[in-house]
C-alpha cells in the first residue's frame, strides 16, 4: 500500500462531503449524540459503520480481537462507562463475525504468545458450552457456533457491569446480540433473551 494513496482519499473524500454539505465537517465538529454502542472485532474485513448503513456521529465503536468484553480490559470497561453514562446511548451491540481469526485460534492448542492471555477468554467459552460444541462433528458448523456462543457471553458479561445494569434499569437500555455473515454480508440478529439471563446475573453480580 502506498501511504500517500490515503490522503488523497482523505482530500476526495472532504471534496465529496462538502460538496454536498458545505457546513459538514463545522456541523461534525460541535459533539456526537449516537444512540448506539458497537462492540465489534477488529477484523479488517468488518467495518461497523458500513455494514450498518450509519455515518460519522451516529454510532460509538469499540474494536478489539473477538469482540471480546473483558472486565480486565480497562479500555473496553472504559467504552462501555463513557457510553453508556456519559452519552447514554440506548442501545449496546455486540457483534461477531463468521470466520473470525480469533475465535478460530482459540479453537487451536498452540502457543501463540501475548495472545494466549487473550484466547483465554474465548477458550473458557468454549470450556463452558464444550458440550454442545463436542457434538458437533463439521468442524467449520463447530466454529460458526463458538462464534455465536462467544457473542452471547460477552453480552453477558456487559450485564454484568454497574453501567449497564442502572441504564438497564432506570432507561430500559437494550443489549443486543448479533453476529456478521462475511459470506453474504447479512447481519443476523441471535435474539438473546437478556431478560432472562439478567435474572440469573443479578442474584450474583447485582450492583446498587
Known amino acids: 500500500m502506498d501511504i500517500k494513496k490515503v490522503f488523497e482519499n482523505n ?18 465538529g460541535k459533539g456526537q449524540n449516537p444512540e448506539l454502542l458497537y462492540i465489534g472485532c477488529s477484523d479488517s474485513r468488518v467495518t461497523a459503520e458500513d455494514l450498518m448503513g ?4 451516529e454510532v460509538f465503536v469499540h474494536r ?36 473470525c481469526g480469533g475465535v478460530k485460534a482459540a479453537m487451536q492448542s498452540a502457543d501463540l504468545g501475548v495472545l494466549n492471555s ?15 460444541l463436542n457434538a458437533i462433528q463439521d468442524d ?7 462464534v455465536e456462543l462467544n457473542v452471547k457471553e460477552q453480552c453477558v458479561n456487559l450485564l454484568k457491569t454497574a453501567a449497564v445494569q442502572k441504564a438497564y434499569r432506570d432507561r430500559d437500555l437494550k443489549v443486543h446480540g448479533w453476529v456478521f455473515d462475511v459470506h ?15 435474572q440469573d446475573i443479578m442474584e450474583i453480580y447485582h450492583l446498587d
Open 11 to 28: 482530500q476526495k473524500f472532504v471534496k465529496d462531503k462538502l460538496s454536498t454539505d458545505k457546513d459538514y465537517f463545522e456541523n461534525l
Open 54 to 57: 450509519l455515518g460519522p456521529g
Open 64 to 99: 478489539n480481537i473477538a469482540n471480546m468484553v473483558s472486565g480486565n480490559d480497562l479500555s473496553a470497561m472504559s467504552v462501555v462507562e463513557y457510553a453508556v453514562v456519559h452519552l447514554k446511548v440506548n442501545h449496546v451491540v455486540v457483534c461477531g463475525h463468521y470466520a
Open 118 to 132: 487473550w484466547l483465554r477468554n474465548i477458550r473458557d467459552v468454549y470450556r463452558i458450552h464444550k458440550d454442545e
Open 140 to 146: 467449520e458448523k463447530k466454529y460458526d457456533r463458538l
Open 184 to 198: 453474504t454480508g447479512n447481519l443476523i440478529d441471535l435474539k438473546i433473551d437478556f431478560d432472562h439471563y439478567l
